[in-house]
């Protein structure tokens, strides 16, 4: 027989598809009036057990029509079998088609039966002289205006997704890079093309484009939906290089009309699933200005991007045009001129050849002799701004080769506040990119900048598997680099989460002290509040109880007025820490704390005897509550000593008398031994590990799911 425990009733019940209840009702009610004829119609099933289980609807939406089964986002055709037989719940089913009423359930499985959980959960039905109303078809009047927008919604959004997976293959897809983009672009290349990475992309121009569409229609098209101003322009196709970099390789060829899109992509990038383009735009008369200035040179477009250390960004600047026999020089003077810098102004220019490899440029060497072609990509960086004394430089990139790296190992992360206040303070989640090389320090500035904060009054920890926090905070002395931090060996998740804390007292304060959690039990091993408190590792219990005494209400009676701070074991056992021991010592920061009788302040060492108490439900592994010790006294049969430990445990009449009292020798027996009311515990030989085992439901009862209310 179970007690106090929530169960699912599976008795087979049975119900029909129709019922009459002209019987049941009375004969001045039913003389005249139409048939008392009822159809089931409908049936909500339930289909597990207590702990959990899954629902699911069978309809009968007309009056001839078939039954329909709803399982969240499928609809099935079902039998009358699947409506009735199947959830009628109940005894098991036999091979034969018999009921195993008298077998026990060992007994029905050994001979093939099945037990089902599936069960009827409550019934509709319909008076037969209703049907016709009750399910008339219904029309668009009977949907409400707003379902209807929604569902034409819907209907035409999947239609057209539809049209365009019928017809993909007649299309590619053509993304445009623009001056005003790569001025955006902060990363390797002209753009961020891939669209799996966590970063945000770069704003480009996309296009679905019919690959019959000739070249020169799309770019008149383009141009205008652009707004490009007057000038010449040219559309320059991407490659992908072997060192890893997608570079402008070549502008598309103007002097064909027939050339179509699709020609373009499979002659000029091959490989390529997208058109990736470069817009280039050149004012007007510059291409004839350079025929006149340089006159048997062609000219090499190089694009240049600008290292700022005050603001620690690297973006896109602009295209120039060199040719192979001037000189790096050449290009600062360039470059001062377009940024307006004082003539002479000294740069460091940098090449991007692939993302581990950014080198420094001799400025007295040509282009030819520096291997640039069309679609290289330089950057710079002003000398004067490498001296800044007034920039921190442990937590900022001061050279581009530094921003370049951060580059590869950026990591946008996202912090979470393990605590949603603080104080007045409302916190949120909020993301950062920063380092995968990053150690603890680095990090911490940088979000104490996010909070306005004190990077020292925070505290971080890493996720657990399931995606909270698990373990002790991370050590601001920590080793690890923020890869190591976001991502702990056991888990491997697309986002990196680190939980945050904002602290009154600085990390270095805090590493000297502990918190230590009190749950007070007052004197009659009842959880009556819990406490938290931040004290120095070099306190001691008596300092503990001490503190705890100033938030606290003793008994008014049966006490002694003395606290003493426990820790349980097996959940048996109490471990009672002395005054002198430190909480430096122990291992545990949940304790418990309960104000001392005054039976065990009065007991009698010669006679009396002190022994450990515990509460189980029906199982003695399956302890609950917490562990006490109680005063045997000689001579005192256990129906006397039942009213000491009711006072002791603080229980009303009803609650105790659903108590069982159980000698546990575990040394001795395997089985707890029942005890009688005659029986005088002092007597008993006990051991130290003997206790009293106390068999009761737990006083605070586990939340319940609630039923569900359906009107």
């Not at 735009?281 to 350079?290: F, H, N, V």
């Not at 039976?599 to 515990?614: G, M, Y």
Request: with cysteine.
């Amino acid at each position: 027989m179970m007690r106090d425990v929530n169960v699912k009733i599976n008795d087979r019940y049975e119900y029909p598809m129709q019922i009459d209840l002209t019987p049941y009702m009375r004969p001045e009610v039913t003389e005249g009036s139409e048939p008392w004829v009822y159809n089931l119609h409908g049936v909500l099933v339930h289909s597990g057990d207590v702990h959990g289980g899954h629902y699911f609807v069978l309809i009968k939406p007309s009056a001839t029509g078939r039954w329909l089964k709803f399982d969240d986002d499928r609809v099935t055709h079902v039998t009358d079998r699947e409506v009735l037989e199947e959830n009628f719940g109940g005894e098991m089913m036999m091979p034969d088609g018999q009921y195993a009423k008298v077998m026990t359930p060992a007994a029905a499985v050994a001979k093939g039966a099945n037990k089902r959980f599936t069960n009827a959960y409550m019934l509709v039905y319909i008076r037969q002289t209703k049907v016709d109303e009750m399910l008339r078809p219904i029309t668009d009047l009977d949907t409400p205006a707003h379902l209807r927008t929604r569902l034409d919604k819907e209907k035409k959004e999947a239609e057209l997704r539809k049209r365009e997976r019928d017809e993909q293959h007649l299309y590619l897809t053509a993304k445009v890079i623009t001056d005003d983009g790569f001025r955006l672009h902060q990363g390797f290349d002209l753009a961020t093309f891939d669209e799996n990475r966590s970063l945000p992309q770069t704003e480009l121009f996309t296009a679905r484009v019919l690959k019959t569409q000739t070249f020169i229609d799309f770019k008149r098209e383009l141009l205008q939906n652009l707004n490009v101003p007057e000038g010449e322009t040219k559309l320059w196709v991407l490659v992908n290089r072997q060192n890893k970099t997608v570079r402008p390789d070549a502008a598309v060829p103007e002097d064909d009309p027939t050339l179509t899109m699709e020609v373009v992509r499979d002659r000029m990038a091959s490989r390529q699933h997208d058109l990736k383009l470069y817009l280039e735009y050149q004012k007007p008369g510059e291409m004839q200005r350079w025929a006149a200035t340089y006159p048997n040179e062609s000219p090499i477009m190089v694009f240049v991007k600008h290292f700022s250390l005050e603001e620690q960004t690297l973006l896109g600047l602009a295209h120039f045009y060199v040719h192979r026999h001037l000189k790096v020089s050449d290009l600062v003077n360039m470059i001062n001129e377009h940024m307006h810098y004082p003539p002479g102004t000294a740069l460091k220019i940098y090449e991007e050849i692939k993302p581990q490899m950014i080198e420094l440029m001799k400025q007295k060497a040509t282009f030819l002799q520096s291997e640039i072609q069309d679609g290289d990509i330089v950057c710079f960086q002003t000398e004067m701004s490498e001296q800044s004394g007034d920039v921190d430089r442990t937590s900022k990139c001061s050279t581009p080769p530094q921003m370049y790296d951060f580059f590869t190992n950026r990591l946008q992360v996202y912090f979470k506040p393990r605590f949603e206040e603080h104080g007045e303070l409302k916190l949120t989640d909020f993301d950062l990119t920063l380092s995968k090389k990053m150690n603890y320090e680095t990090m911490a500035q940088k979000v104490a900048e996010h909070l306005e904060w004190d990077p020292l009054k925070l505290r971080f920890w890493s996720p657990g598997p399931n995606g909270q926090i698990k373990g002790p905070a991370i050590r601001r002395t920590s080793p690890s680099a923020l890869s190591e931090m976001v991502q702990p060996n056991y888990q491997t998740s697309p986002t990196s989460v680190i939980f945050y804390e904002l602290l009154d007292i600085s990390l270095q304060e805090l590493e000297t002290k502990k918190t230590v959690k009190i749950t007070w039990m007052g004197i009659h091993n009842k959880e009556e509040s819990n406490h938290s408190f931040l004290m120095n590792k070099t306190s001691s219990f008596l300092d503990v109880a001490d503190t705890l005494m100033k938030t606290i209400k003793l008994a008014p009676t049966g006490g002694t007025g003395r606290v003493r701070v426990f820790d349980i074991i097996n959940g048996k056992k109490m471990k009672i820490y002395s005054t002198g021991e430190t909480i430096r010592d122990i291992q545990a920061t949940d304790l418990y704390a309960e104000e001392i009788p005054v039976d065990e302040q009065n007991w009698d060492e010669a006679v009396d005897k002190i022994i450990n108490c515990f509460h189980f439900q029906k199982d003695v592994p399956r302890t609950h509550g917490v562990p006490f010790r109680f005063v045997l006294r000689p001579n005192e049969t256990f129906d006397q000593t039942k009213e000491r430990l009711q006072q002791r445990m603080g229980m009303g009449e009803k609650e105790f008398s659903r108590c069982k009292f159980n000698l546990v020798q575990p040394s001795t027996y395997s089985k707890a031994s029942p005890i009688k009311d005659e029986d005088v515990l002092r007597e008993h030989k006990w051991l130290d590990d003997d206790c009293l085992a106390i068999d009761h439901p737990p006083r605070r009862a586990a939340n319940l799911e609630r039923a569900v209310f359906i009107k």
